[in-house]
């Protein structure tokens, strides 16, 4: 089957400048998760969603990033103003989500890099 | 609140030794507990998980117990290989919610 999709794989902007990343997760997987992913160290939940509602967005900075997953299947994360220490990995994941998750396995796509300069 | 705590790297050891990556980990309810792994140049996937207390997960020669009484997760190997050269992250998945939570991640190095 095929995996959890991004794009762009890499992004280079200047700061308060914006930009948005694509994900498309493996089909019929009801929860998509958005990670940061800063140099060495663990990933950080930005914003969860189960089919098209958010479920956690505790952590997200609402005063600059957004994310949407419009008909409960690929989702928008956008930045807008960059700041510099938003250079980072952004990582989406997909799973089963609540309904049918019986291994609990969460799969990740390849990541989209973001260097704020 | 949730949270995952595992050992600082790098770690770095000889071909066939053996390995043991700490992690501890606080949380309500009853949560699983993974291992996953990053190659490099890859995305993260999972190496091997744990549902419930006392429960192995094992993998590619890994092993890790689900210790409730001391809240642990501590990633084994017997005999590692240059190939098992990667970050390791330890996660838990909340109960209810379904939310992940990674540790920091140890990177390890194995030399021929």
């Keep these: 089957e095929a995996g959890v999709a991004q794009s762009p794989r890499y992004k280079i902007i200047e700061k308060r400048q914006s930009v948005a990343f694509w994900c498309n997760p493996i089909s019929g997987h009801a929860t998509l998760y958005w990670y940061q992913q800063i140099l060495g160290q663990g990933p950080k939940l930005l914003i969860q969603f189960q089919n098209n509602g958010v479920v956690d967005d505790s952590q997200l900075p609402k005063d600059r990033f957004s994310a949407e997953r419009l008909k409960g299947v690929d989702s928008t994360l956008k930045i807008q103003p960059a700041k510099l220490e938003d250079s980072a990995v952004y990582l989406c994941a997909s799973s089963l989500g609540w309904a049918s998750d019986g291994t609990g396995e969460l799969f990740f796509g390849e990541g989209s890099r973001l260097t704020v300069l | ?112």
């Design chain 2, 1 to 112: 609140g949730n949270s995952v705590t595992q050992m600082e790297g790098p770690v770095t050891l000889s071909e066939e030794a053996f390995l043991t990556i700490n992690c501890t980990y606080t949380a309500t309810g009853y949560p699983s507990l993974f291992w996953y792994v990053q190659y490099p140049g890859e995305g993260l996937q999972l190496l091997l998980k744990a549902t419930k207390a006392d429960d192995k997960g094992s993998n590619k020669g890994f092993e890790a117990t689900y210790r409730k009484e001391t809240t642990s997760f501590h990633l084994e190997k017997g005999s590692v290989q240059v190939s098992d050269s990667a970050v390791y992250f330890c996660a838990l998945r909340t109960s209810g919610t379904y939310k992940y939570i990674f540790g920091t991640g140890t990177r390890l190095k194995v030399l021929a």
